[in-house]
């Protein structure tokens, strides 16, 4: 099957079209109308790139790195704990004083193959202040790990703190955050048993047009993980997930978001779509490390409707 045919949903598809092949599970996502198969491999590389799309994207990222390696110092007593066998095969938990308190689960971004969960540690800071726990899991990143092993290492981590959480003083429900490639595996795991429900920020919700991307370099998606992991190409699962993303963001980042969240209401799922307003990819993400952010208050309201 050629690539163009992937290409779809994501916000940066193609007049023609779409056709998914044919895998289990999967749905062929709605045909879009820009002219991405005409667009130049610059223009197509710059409409995921978010750091040169976002001025000063170095120096958040970096006050992120300084305000975590601080935080962990402060609370080293649950971190680097292995749940797999790999160097990246680990969690950072911070138990509120509280066991049976709802503790947010985040899962770093990256575009999949840069950052680990160290650098996102100050963003436990929101909810610690509401006495949630928070935890941060890492995983292997491309090119050593494909996108299937990447999604099998997340679920083995859950089944980890399923079964050691409490052991470690957490025990309430659990919300799983993800931002950029973070907020994509979030709502591929939504369906863990363990998850109460989703809070996927800036996430890429359809894989196809990022394999004509420089980020495909590492990634060297293959066409039945485009098929099976692009969540927007997947049935939608029941629990509550709050799809959120930044009014300033790049189009491409903005469109996934809403098509996935209208893909999940073709179905009735529950859940807001929620735009930050002027927030680009990373000033959005503030607000999960502000006790009163709109994604902090989030989470707090995703729990609350549960019970």
Not at 188 to 197: K, R, V
Not at 263 to 279: C, D, E, F, K, M
Request: positive net charge.
């Amino acid at each position: 099957m050629k690539r163009r045919q992937f290409l779809g949903a994501s916000g940066l598809g193609f007049a023609a079209t779409v056709v998914a092949p044919n895998v289990a599970g999967a749905q062929a996502p709605v045909a879009n109308t820009m002219a991405w198969g005409s667009m130049t491999r610059t223009a197509r590389d710059a409409a995921y790139n978010n750091a040169a799309a976002v001025d000063g994207s170095t120096q958040i990222v970096d006050g992120w790195v300084a305000a975590s390696a601080k935080f962990r110092t402060q609370r080293a007593k649950h971190v680097d704990l292995a749940y797999g066998p790999g160097e990246r095969n680990k969690w950072d938990l911070f138990p509120s004083d509280d066991p049976k308190a709802p503790c947010l689960v985040h899962i770093h971004g990256g575009y999949w193959q840069s950052r680990n969960r160290e650098h996102f540690s100050c963003l436990a800071e929101g909810v610690l202040a509401r006495g949630w726990s928070a935890a941060l899991p890492g995983y292997s990143l491309a090119p050593a790990a494909t996108l299937t092993q990447i999604v099998g290492e997340m679920r083995s981590a859950l089944d980890w703190l399923a079964a050691q959480r409490s052991m470690h003083g957490i025990a309430g429900p659990v919300v799983l955050s993800g931002w950029s490639a973070g907020g994509h595996l979030a709502a591929l795991l939504l369906d863990h048993p363990s998850i109460t429900a989703g809070l996927a920020i800036s996430g890429i919700f359809e894989l196809g047009p990022i394999r004509d991307t420089y980020l495909d370099e590492r990634l060297k998606l293959t066409d039945e993980e485009i098929a099976t992991l692009s969540p927007l190409r997947l049935p939608s699962v029941g629990k509550p997930l709050a799809i959120s993303y930044g009014t300033a963001e790049l189009p491409a980042l903005v469109r996934n978001s809403r098509e996935y969240h209208a893909h999940r209401a073709r179905s009735h799922r529950p859940g807001q779509l929620i735009p930050i307003p002027n927030a680009n990819h990373y000033t959005g993400l503030e607000s999960l490390r502000s006790p009163n952010g709109i994604l902090t208050r989030t989470a707090v309201r995703l729990v609350e409707d549960a019970a």
